[in-house]
């Protein structure tokens, strides 16, 4: 199984933070993200982020995902990039595999449900892989 796609991720966050910034304000969600708002206005504008930048990005994301409904498919999947972070790149989708197979086993275990984002990121690892 391919790493979850950085790019897309990228390209969602960004979205988000426009929305976040329209729901509230520039200094407010860059304030959650931790960075400068100038930073974050130059992000959403479309620019790169620097990679430790990036990392508090998806943490945010992450985090504000589950906040604003759960956990989803597209939260998981920014959790799996922080998770894999500084693993080599052709190692990243063996360990996201990894990770999900213990999620399952433990739903198993405890004769629990499994969360549904577990079957859609299994089925569906996301765009542009």
Not at 70 to 90: I, N
Request: proline fraction near 7%; aromatic fraction near 4%; avoid cysteine.
């Amino acid at each position: 199984m391919p790493a979850p796609d950085r790019r897309s991720l990228v390209e969602a966050i960004r979205a988000a933070a426009k929305l976040a910034i329209e729901a509230t304000s520039l200094r407010a969600v860059a304030r959650a993200v931790d960075m400068s708002p100038m930073g974050l206005k130059h992000f959403v504008g479309g620019t790169h982020p620097y990679s430790a930048t990036l990392r508090k990005l998806i943490a945010w994301y992450a985090v504000h995902q589950a906040e604003a409904g759960g956990f989803s498919a597209e939260s998981v999947r920014a959790a799996l990039v922080l998770l894999t972070d500084g693993l080599p790149e052709s190692a990243r989708g063996g360990a996201v595999l990894e990770l999900l197979d213990v999620v399952q086993k433990q739903h198993a275990e405890a004769g629990s449900r499994p969360p549904a984002w577990l079957a859609t990121i299994r089925d569906d690892p996301g765009p542009g892989e």
